[in-house]
């Protein structure tokens, strides 16, 4: 009988199997740690180009915040400028109304008749002076009801002194201002005439 040793056949073909086994599984391996470290790549260039757009996004917000900064500093100058205009049209309003009231006074005024002190605080006015005689104040109060500025007259005091020898009358009269704007400052003007 022949006997037919099939053994290394078989064990070629084994080892030619391990061997295609061990080739694939070292190709599977090499195209999975290629698949992976594309991925990680692609995922660390994501992560980079986020990170970018987070360093970008935060130096636009900072820009940001300075440009609000400045913002508020303009509005707060803005306001500021508002106030002092606001101050300077009231101050245009007081200094033409008491000046065009003491113009009116100093037309009204009799000759023998010297104001000593004008108050004005609000829209009540206190007006002290002397004059020769009685009838001169009177002419005075009649002048100033009048005209068109004041109103409410009344002679407060009218008395006799004596200054440089000779005998005059000092007087203290109260008025009203005709208009409804009441200034907010009091004036205290003394003037001789």
Do not use: H
């Not at 199997?17 to 080739?23: N, R």
């Not at 391996?29 to 180009?49: D, E, H, M, N, P």
């Not at 986020?50 to 306001?79: C, F, P, Q, T, Y």
């Not at 000779?166 to 201002?177: D, Q």
């Amino acid at each position: 009988m022949i006997k037919i040793n099939l053994l290394p056949v078989r064990a070629a073909k084994k080892k030619e199997t391990a061997v295609q086994q061990i080739t694939i599984f070292c190709i599977t391996l090499i195209v999975v740690f290629v698949i992976c470290g594309a991925l990680y790549a692609v995922k660390l260039g994501q992560i980079s180009s986020a990170k970018n757009d987070i360093a970008a996004a935060n130096s636009r917000i900072n820009e940001l915040k300075v440009k609000i900064g400045k913002l508020e500093e303009l509005k707060n100058l803005k306001e500021q400028v508002n106030k002092k205009l606001d101050v300077l049209s009231q101050l245009r309003k007081n200094k033409t109304g008491p000046a065009q009231r003491l113009a009116t006074i100093s037309e009204i005024t009799p000759e023998q008749l010297w104001l000593t002190a004008y108050t004005e605080t609000g829209d009540n006015i206190k007006i002290a002076g002397i004059a020769v005689k009685d009838d001169l104040i009177a002419q005075f109060m009649r002048n100033i009801q009048s005209s068109n500025d004041f109103t409410g007259v009344e002679l407060i005091v009218s008395e006799q002194k004596e200054i440089s020898g000779s005998k005059v009358k000092s007087f203290e009269l109260t008025c009203r201002l005709k208009s409804s704007v009441v200034l907010q400052p009091a004036a205290v003007i003394n003037t001789k005439k």
